[in-house]
DNA sequence: CTTGAATATGAGTAAAATCATGATCGCGGA
DNA sequence: TCCGCGATCATGATTTTACTCATATTCAAG
């Protein structure tokens, strides 16, 4: 299961919200101000998959923690920001923070944060990760269990924007707009024929990840 | 694909995140100050997915707006705060807003949270009791005890109607005006078949909770 | 309270309509 | 010329509709 590290300066935040967290299942690992926080992280580095920070810490606060976190991972982030705070939303997002939440905050509604950003991130594996399908946007290379797959401009915008959100539906007319562009006019079955086309060349990963929802549209599976 | 009322005296911000809005996808439908938009939701309550309204707006302003749709519905609602005002965020919360963001913001930001936010609660459980019937509109899938079942459009869109209303008589005029559409001809008993199909494909839950009213028409009956 | 006519619904089947696929072809730009 | 792209088409698959007949429900008359 998935290890969360929190770190806030008071004792009953951490301890509210780790008992929430453990009790979906989650394990926990507390830091009591920002300097601990970022130790802790380069410690266990490899093993925490979230990290929840509170923004007034002593020490270093909870945006330098974030920064320097992704200065070494992609882990997501999360960050608590008092009410009364000035604060600069922005800043949380520039900072590298994935999403945040306002005390005083429910824990129910911090719980399904998480799981939300676990589910993404673990999903967008294949972006980042050593899974079986990357890409890099860079070289405009999609390289499936490390072999390179050429794939035309169209091939690769439309397994892209699958990508970018695995599991949803995205009807002809959508990619057609986003890929096309809005003022496409022609067949909107060509769609079918640059799926086809990919369905190819990716073989098996294509067949199996690349569904049609019938009377929609396509997406691509999570697994 | 969703559809989400947006309210703010200001005609640039309107357009603003309506041009973004639009781009990935979504329908937007705007309202200039509270009155607008409490009438506005009033009448298509049912089409409306999201709302985001802005606190500062003549008439009714956004908190009270707020509070007036939470007398009607769950649809989640972002507020949009002006960061120089003096504003308490826990009587957003306590008017029950699911997020907010604050003027300036970064449409980018706004888009994201938007997504999270039907993410969240288009994929939550319907029906407050049991979490065993789940819809995820984006993946179009639906889940009966965490496994998928496999349905076809009418199907989909008939359990998704019916579930609107869990309690509520559907005749199948209705349901045949909603989905079909109202130009549809053909035999009123086609529906028959479809929520036949329903109860199979979902089993006990089906046999259950899927309920004729003899004479009238069909309903989700709650527990 | 029972019966039976009238009506409504369920189950099953088969036909019809719709949709997706993969192969193929021609166009036009590099 | 080659290659990416868009279009078309035959084919098969899936979904939707229509229809039949058995069963269930309602309601009023006996």
Redesign the pocket.
């Known amino acids: 299961m998935s290890k969360i590290m929190i770190a806030d300066d008071e004792q009953k935040i951490r301890k509210l919200v780790c008992d929430f967290l453990k009790n979906v299942g989650y394990e926990t690992l507390e830091a009591e101000d920002g300097d601990e926080a970022f130790a802790l992280f380069q410690k266990h580095e490899d093993d925490i998959d979230l990290v929840i920070l509170d923004i007034m810490m002593p020490g270093l606060n909870g945006w330098e923690v974030c920064k320097e976190i992704r200065a070494l991972s992609d882990v997501p982030v999360i960050m608590l920001t008092a009410r009364s705070e000035e604060f600069d939303e922005l800043l949380g997002y520039e900072s590298g923070a994935d999403d945040y939440v306002t005390k005083p905050f429910s824990p129910t509604i911090l719980v399904k944060k998480v799981e939300a950003l676990l589910r993404r991130t673990k999903s967008a594996a294949y972006l980042g990760g050593e899974k079986d399908l990357t890409f890099n946007h860079e070289a405009h290379e999609v390289r499936l269990n490390g072999q390179e797959i050429?794939?035309?401009?169209?091939?690769?915008n439309i397994l892209k924007k699958l990508l970018e959100n695995p599991g949803r539906v995205y009807s002809?007319e959508q990619l057609l707009d986003s890929i096309?562009g809005y003022d496409?006019?022609?067949?909107?079955?060509?769609v079918?024929?640059?799926?086809?086309?990919l369905?190819?060349k990716l073989g098996d990963w294509g067949?199996r990840r690349l569904?049609?929802?019938?009377?929609?549209?396509?997406k691509l599976e999570e697994e």
Chains 1, 2 share one sequence.
Do not use: F, M, P, Q
């Open positions: 050429e794939l035309t401009l169209k091939e690769y002809r096309w496409y006019v022609g067949d909107i079955r060509t079918d024929s640059h799926i086809a086309r369905r190819t067949n569904k049609t929802v019938y009377g929609i549209g396509y």
